[in-house]
């Protein structure tokens, strides 16, 4: 009897990489619960998720935050907060992820105290503060400050983090939101590589790194990718990514250490592509994208997240994130995959890929060098426009059915779905009342922060001396450990470098954005168009005029954008001011402009309380007339309520004919003025 040969590829395997799920949402006390079952399951890295008042610096009882407290990640105000997040989760030995950008440096400084207070060494800690503003402009609009300030922060906080927190990667340049936003490969890998060099650049301008530890910075910095269902061209893309950083630290930055120039990023793959119709299929979706990463060891993710199979119908439940955290388990310890060398090493196809992908990014790269770098290509509009016209003319192929997604434009029939036989429990839901419960521990914060047990000193001092140092040219990371120390919220941060910095308002894009879907004779767009002219005849003015509303934090624009490109298109006059606007803010425009209907696009769930608020202003107006048209990520029974409220439409990520809901919105129009129905051609 022959003795058994090992298997071949069962020699040592690598290191898995880090698995995530990104998550928080409610409370500190419930996200905190929520951590510890998932590292009790074998999550080996924290990914927390922060609500949109925490990201855009203001506190859960600004008018701003309403409806948003606790939705879409865990509020944090202040340091209290901090303490409860990471309540019996050793610091020192984590690997900690925080999403967050406009506030980085203060959820940082929060995290640092924490810390501190558990007795760990800081030098130790371990982690990623994303603090990429340039996406926050172009796509995910959590921005606060201008380009300038903000680039400071972005600065400050990589200077201090190389002298003192030197295992933590200050900086997560994310290009995830901008294939989001519609970016193709090549502007997903030039747009986050200008912004690299941008950072790159102001950190060796700003002199406070010395020029023999500016190696230690190209070493700390990270990437945050999106990884789409075309897992081949994300592939090369990875590989693509990793030849063009190498290329820009040597050559740029003279980095001579090769393992100061490596590539190191994080993946969550895409959200964009999940679909709310056949939502089962999200599943071989998500193991899809999650190939793209790992399979390639040259250009492997160093930590992963993915998506639960239902995030187009709403939150995920903690059943849904254990579910994508097995799919990673499965593929890292039951399968060969981390037993061989790189499986694409001499692969023709490949190469090919990867090469015209790097000599077009680097040419795109070029160009906005030219233009005065990744700042100034943000402020002109030219990143926001070039974005929002790809995402229009990948929707155009969607709607054409050149671009095939299945249960959406392809094999729609379906069998009845038990995962979703009851949408209300299918989803986790926000109880409503915690937000009135976090505002309500928000004030008695403010109340007795000063008092035993805490005996912060009072906040003012700390507040005046961030706003003497943003004022001058010193690094604001140790004033913000100060704000911190001394028990200041979020919104007195933030609100501290508002009056100092100011407050920016980013391009939409959207007057520039060319045409995606021309009016040929005999087209549906055609149609819509005669529908628009007439309906404008017969209510007597020159053009129907359209408000796109974006009310509350939600900063996830591209729906909104890919609706008033497409109206505009379709011969309405489309006013849309961007986001971030208060219910009675959007009010005031649409009676200022006269409009004829209002859209409202909220994906964050806040819509129940602030759509109803629209109308509510509405009505006392008088302004019985204008039809309003709700659209975002909202759950059946959520729309039900909406209609008997008055909305008179109600659009969900399964409606992708965008020229079909152009076409809705007329009608709506010509209903809400008393006209009779326009024929639709056979």
Same mark, same amino acid.
């Given at each position: 009897?022959?003795?058994?040969?090992?298997?071949?590829?069962?020699?040592?395997?690598?290191?898995?990489?880090?698995?995530?799920?990104?998550?928080?949402?409610?409370?500190?006390?419930?996200?905190?619960?929520?951590?510890?079952?998932?590292?009790?399951?074998?999550?080996?890295?924290?990914?927390?998720?922060?609500?949109?008042?925490?990201?855009?610096?203001?506190?859960?009882?600004?008018?701003?935050?309403?409806?948003?407290?606790?939705?879409?990640?865990?509020?944090?105000?202040?340091?209290?907060? @901090?303490?409860?997040?990471?309540?019996?989760?050793?610091?020192?030995?984590?690997?900690?992820? @925080? $999403?967050?950008?406009?506030?980085?440096?203060?959820?940082?400084?929060?995290?640092?105290?924490?810390?501190?207070?558990?007795?760990?060494?800081?030098?130790?800690?371990?982690?990623?503060?994303?603090?990429?503003?340039?996406?926050?402009?172009?796509?995910?609009?959590?921005?606060?400050?201008?380009?300038?300030?903000?680039?400071?922060? $972005? $600065?400050?906080?990589?200077?201090?983090?190389?002298?003192?927190?030197?295992?933590?990667?200050?900086?997560?340049?994310?290009?995830?939101?901008?294939?989001?936003? &519609?970016?193709?490969?090549?502007?997903?890998?030039?747009?986050?590589?200008?912004?690299?060099?941008?950072?790159?650049?102001?950190?060796?301008?700003?002199?406070?790194?010395?020029?023999?530890? %500016?190696?230690?910075?190209?070493?700390?910095?990270? !990437? %945050?990718?999106?990884?789409?269902?075309? !897992?081949?061209?994300?592939?090369?893309?990875?590989?693509?990514?990793?030849?063009?950083?190498?290329?820009? $630290?040597?050559?740029?930055?003279?980095?001579?250490?090769?393992?100061?120039?490596?590539?190191?990023?994080?993946?969550?793959?895409?959200?964009?592509?999940?679909?709310?119709?056949?939502?089962?299929?999200?599943?071989?979706?998500?193991?899809?994208?999650?190939?793209?990463?790992?399979?390639?060891?040259?250009?492997?993710?160093?930590?992963?997240?993915?998506?639960?199979?239902?995030?187009?119908?709403?939150?995920?439940?903690?059943?849904?994130?254990?579910?994508?955290?097995?799919? *990673?388990?499965?593929?890292?310890?039951?399968?060969?995959?981390?037993?061989?060398?790189?499986? !694409?090493?001499?692969?023709?196809?490949?190469?090919?890929?990867?090469?015209?992908?790097?000599?077009?990014?680097?040419?795109?790269?070029?160009?906005? *060098?030219?233009?005065?770098?990744? @700042?100034?290509?943000?402020?002109?509009?030219?990143?926001?426009?070039?974005?929002?016209?790809?995402?229009?003319?990948?929707?155009?192929?969607?709607?054409?059915?050149?671009?095939?997604?299945?249960?959406?434009?392809?094999?729609?029939?379906?069998?009845?779905?038990?995962?979703?036989?009851?949408?209300?429990?299918?989803?986790?839901?926000?109880?409503?009342?915690?937000?009135?419960?976090?505002?309500?521990?928000?004030?008695?914060?403010?109340?007795?922060?000063? *008092?035993?047990?805490?005996?912060?000193?009072?906040?003012?001092?700390?507040?005046?001396?961030?706003?003497?140092?943003?004022?001058?040219?010193?690094?604001? @990371?140790?004033?913000?450990?100060?704000?911190?120390?001394?028990?200041?919220?979020? &919104?007195?941060?933030?609100?501290?470098?508002?009056?100092?910095?100011?407050? %920016?308002?980013?391009?939409?894009?959207?007057?520039?954005?060319?045409?995606?879907?021309?009016?040929?004779?005999?087209?549906?767009?055609?149609?819509?168009?005669?529908?628009?002219?007439?309906?404008?005849?017969?209510?007597?003015?020159?053009?129907?005029?359209?408000?796109?509303?974006?009310?509350?934090?939600?900063?996830?624009?591209?729906?909104?954008?890919?609706?008033?490109?497409?109206?505009?298109?379709?011969? !309405?006059?489309?006013?849309? *001011?961007?986001?971030?606007?208060?219910?009675?803010?959007?009010?005031?425009?649409?009676?200022?402009?006269?409009?004829?209907?209002?859209?409202?696009?909220?994906?964050?769930?806040?819509?129940?309380?602030?759509?109803?608020?629209?109308?509510?202003?509405?009505?006392?107006?008088?302004?019985?007339?204008?039809?309003?048209?709700?659209?975002?990520?909202?759950?059946?029974?959520?729309?039900?309520?909406?209609?008997?409220?008055?909305?008179?439409?109600?659009?969900?990520?399964?409606?992708?004919?965008?020229?079909?809901?152009?076409?809705?919105?007329?009608?709506?129009?010509?209903?809400?003025?008393?006209?009779?129905?326009?024929?639709?051609?056979?």
């Amino acid at each position: 009897m022959t003795e058994r040969q090992p298997a071949e590829g069962t020699r040592e395997k690598d290191r898995p990489w880090l698995m995530r799920t990104y998550a928080g949402h409610s409370t500190a006390e419930a996200s905190n619960e929520l951590y510890r079952r998932n590292l009790a399951k074998g999550q080996t890295g924290l990914s927390v998720a922060f609500d949109l008042p925490t990201q855009t610096g203001y506190d859960s009882d600004h008018i701003l935050a309403r409806g948003e407290v606790g939705r879409v990640g865990v509020p944090i105000a202040h340091l209290g907060d @901090m303490r409860r997040l990471f309540q019996d989760i050793p610091l020192e030995q984590m690997n900690t992820s @925080m $999403t967050i950008n406009a506030t980085a440096m203060w959820l940082l400084a929060l995290y640092q105290v924490v810390a501190e207070e558990q007795g760990a060494d800081i030098t130790k800690l371990q982690g990623t503060t994303q603090n990429d503003i340039v996406k926050e402009y172009l796509s995910r609009g959590t921005h606060v400050f201008p380009p300038g300030p903000s680039l400071r922060l $972005t $600065t400050d906080m990589i200077a201090y983090t190389v002298s003192h927190i030197p295992k933590w990667n200050p900086i997560n340049i994310c290009s995830y939101h901008l294939q989001e936003a &519609g970016a193709t490969p090549v502007q997903e890998i030039a747009y986050a590589m200008s912004t690299a060099i941008a950072v790159l650049d102001a950190v060796r301008d700003s002199g406070q790194v010395p020029t023999e530890k %500016f190696g230690d910075v190209v070493a700390r910095i990270s !990437f %945050f990718v999106n990884a789409g269902v075309r !897992f081949i061209e994300e592939m090369c893309k990875m590989r693509a990514f990793g030849r063009i950083w190498d290329k820009i $630290t040597l050559e740029r930055y003279g980095i001579e250490n090769p393992k100061q120039r490596r590539f190191r990023y994080g993946v969550q793959v895409n959200s964009l592509g999940l679909t709310e119709a056949q939502p089962e299929n999200n599943v071989q979706r998500i193991v899809l994208e999650m190939l793209a990463v790992t399979l390639s060891k040259d250009a492997r993710a160093r930590a992963v997240q993915l998506p639960a199979w239902n995030e187009a119908l709403g939150l995920p439940r903690p059943w849904d994130q254990q579910w994508s955290l097995r799919i *990673q388990q499965v593929l890292a310890h039951e399968s060969d995959l981390l037993e061989y060398e790189d499986i !694409f090493e001499g692969s023709h196809v490949i190469e090919a890929k990867v090469s015209k992908l790097v000599e077009e990014s680097l040419a795109e790269i070029d160009r906005i *060098q030219e233009m005065g770098g990744a @700042m100034a290509a943000v402020e002109s509009g030219y990143l926001k426009s070039q974005l929002v016209s790809s995402h229009a003319e990948r929707r155009a192929r969607i709607e054409s059915g050149q671009e095939k997604i299945i249960g959406v434009n392809i094999f729609e029939t379906t069998e009845p779905n038990p995962l979703t036989a009851d949408l209300d429990t299918a989803i986790q839901t926000v109880d409503p009342a915690v937000e009135a419960r976090v505002i309500a521990g928000l004030q008695h914060w403010r109340d007795t922060r000063y *008092q035993p047990p805490f005996n912060h000193p009072r906040p003012c001092k700390a507040l005046e001396r961030l706003k003497e140092a943003a004022k001058g040219t010193g690094n604001l @990371m140790e004033a913000t450990l100060e704000c911190a120390r001394a028990g200041v919220t979020t &919104g007195e941060w933030a609100g501290a470098l508002r009056e100092v910095f100011g407050e %920016f308002r980013a391009p939409t894009g959207v007057s520039s954005a060319p045409v995606a879907v021309p009016a040929e004779e005999g087209s549906p767009m055609a149609d819509v168009r005669r529908r628009v002219d007439l309906t404008a005849k017969d209510l007597g003015v020159g053009k129907l005029r359209f408000l796109v509303g974006k009310p509350g934090l939600d900063g996830h624009s591209n729906g909104a954008e890919q609706i008033a490109v497409r109206a505009r298109d379709a011969g !309405f006059e489309v006013v849309y *001011q961007g986001i971030r606007l208060t219910p009675e803010q959007i009010v005031d425009a649409a009676l200022a402009e006269d409009v004829h209907a209002v859209g409202l696009s909220i994906l964050s769930g806040s819509h129940a309380q602030l759509v109803p608020d629209v109308l509510e202003r509405l009505h006392v107006a008088g302004a019985t007339d204008i039809p309003v048209i709700a659209g975002g990520i909202i759950p059946n029974g959520d729309a039900e309520q909406l209609r008997a409220a008055g909305v008179a439409a109600v659009f969900t990520p399964k409606d992708f004919d965008i020229t079909g809901i152009i076409g809705r919105i007329v009608d709506e129009i010509r209903k809400a003025n008393k006209l009779d129905p326009l024929e639709v051609p056979a």
